[in-house]
């Protein structure tokens, strides 16, 4: 935690102890702690902005992203130069969904500081997120540029050209994050996700090698499970390839929390709800520059998405967040879960949900006349999609069920597959 000596220096040497204390229980995690001593320093030096500016941080940890903002936008008010508080505030707002406000302080900060590996780690970061790839691109490089040991920078970079169809760079970059620091699970995963990149037997001997250490925690031999049995089928060992991937899936269920019986009536109150007619449309045109790519994951909509893409009017999104991020705002507003205010929801609602997805992804792609979504939630929220926008298009993959479910039994999902509740 660096500390700025003016205001260190605020309140005198107490203070500057309260504020080492401080710092020291934020670097073990305890949030709690820290932020007791703070208190004791804005008690004795009110507006001290190093207190609110660990404050800040404090609430970061503890996951209160607006009383983070609320505390750094204090410090940068004395401090608008500080490219640490720029950053800290840009992260800060971009999790709060303030995209563009969240951009500009990150861009600040990589300007403030062009050679803090950091600043640009995370602007790249919060473009990628925003699926601005080419500029994600551009900061990544700058990060490991300067750094070239920052793994996190290193595998953002290989994932975002990957998205670009930059494969041998890609591949290029794991490879040498793999030479520098051989156990980094975050790169092996990443390497194992590159379907066409074939995993050699001295990959199996260090998976296994890595997998059998007695260390490593469940998160980490679920991550390098599903790496070892991508490698064994890359060496056609096809019978150890799935006893390793059915002991990782095995692994991973007792983590999560699901229930079938949950899921079937979860998905039946979204049937039933879109089975009536909804109200006619104020704009049935709306939203005609969206294509929605829906299907069940692991069926083929990143090839849907590219061939849609090279049309030179169409740009590619990805697997953008905004609509399940519109739909969980509805719920919150009208106090129900998604979808048991569907049935209430006026032409009205459905424009302004419309009016409001747009805003929100126009901005991604200006100079397209369409663009692509293809969220993997998008198949359970298809009939939302089309009230707020008629006049979307939906592409539907399909894929042979038996292989969708194996693929899918083969690939490690970060998130689950519904989320608006």
């Known amino acids: 935690m660096s500390m700025n000596p003016s205001s260190t220096n605020e309140g005198g040497a107490g203070?500057?102890?309260?504020?080492?204390?401080?710092?020291?229980?934020?670097?073990?995690?305890?949030?709690?702690?820290?932020?007791?001593?703070?208190?004791?320093?804005?008690?004795?030096?009110?507006?001290?902005?190093?207190?609110?500016?660990?404050?800040?941080?404090?609430?970061?940890?503890?996951?209160?992203?607006?009383?983070?903002?609320?505390?750094?936008?204090?410090?940068?008010?004395?401090?608008?130069?500080?490219?640490?508080?720029?950053?800290?505030?840009?992260?800060?707002?971009?999790?709060?969904?303030?995209?563009?406000?969240?951009?500009?302080?990150?861009?600040?900060?990589?300007?403030?500081?062009?050679?803090?590996?950091?600043?640009?780690?995370?602007?790249?970061?919060?473009?990628?997120?925003?699926?601005?790839?080419?500029?994600?691109?551009?900061?990544?490089?700058?990060?490991?540029?300067?750094?070239?040991?920052?793994?996190?920078a290193r595998n953002a970079l290989a994932t975002v050209l990957t998205n670009l169809g930059e494969i041998p760079a890609a591949v290029a970059m794991l490879r040498e994050t793999l030479r520098r620091q051989p156990e980094d699970v975050d790169a092996w995963l990443a390497l194992g996700n590159i379907k066409t990149e074939i995993l050699g037997s001295g990959d199996v001997e260090q998976l296994r090698r890595l997998l059998h250490r007695t260390d490593g925690s469940d998160d980490t031999r679920i991550l390098l499970g599903f790496t070892l049995a991508k490698a064994l089928e890359d060496q056609a060992d096809y019978a150890a390839a799935f006893d390793v991937v059915s002991e990782a899936n095995a692994l991973k269920r007792r983590t999560l929390y699901w229930s079938r019986e949950e899921e079937r009536s979860r998905v039946d109150a979204i049937a039933e709800a879109f089975s009536h007619p909804l109200p006619a449309p104020l704009d049935p045109a709306l939203g005609q520059e969206v294509i929605f790519v829906v299907c069940l994951p692991r069926s083929g909509s990143t090839l849907a998405e590219q061939i849609l893409a090279s049309h030179p009017d169409v740009a590619g999104s990805d697997e953008i967040q905004t609509l399940p991020e519109i739909l969980d705002e509805e719920s919150a507003r009208h106090g129900q879960p998604f979808p048991q205010w569907v049935p209430t929801a006026t032409a009205a609602d459905w424009h302004r949900l419309g009016e409001t997805y747009l805003a929100r992804a126009h901005g991604q792609h200006p100079t397209h006349l369409r663009f692509t979504d293809k969220n993997v939630s998008n198949w359970a929220f298809v009939g939302a999609a089309l009230a707020m926008l008629p006049g979307a298009r939906v592409v539907n993959a399909r894929r042979d069920l038996l292989e969708n479910c194996f693929a899918a039994y083969r690939q490690l999902f970060t998130t689950g597959q519904l989320r608006p509740g």
């Open 15 to 152: 203070v500057a102890q309260l504020l080492r204390e401080a710092g020291r229980a934020l670097s073990f995690g305890q949030i709690a702690l820290a932020e007791q001593q703070l208190d004791k320093v804005l008690a004795l030096a009110p507006g001290n902005t190093e207190a609110c500016r660990l404050l800040g941080i404090a609430a970061l940890m503890a996951g209160d992203h607006p009383r983070a903002i609320s505390h750094l936008r204090s410090v940068l008010a004395v401090r608008p130069d500080d490219a640490v508080i720029n950053m800290t505030l840009g992260n800060a707002l971009f999790e709060t969904g303030e995209t563009e406000a969240g951009l500009a302080s990150l861009q600040r900060a990589s300007e403030l500081a062009p050679g803090m590996a950091a600043a640009w780690y995370n602007l790249g970061r919060a473009l990628q997120v925003s699926t601005r790839m080419e500029p994600a691109r551009d900061a990544l490089q700058r990060a490991v540029a300067i750094d070239p040991n920052h793994a996190r």
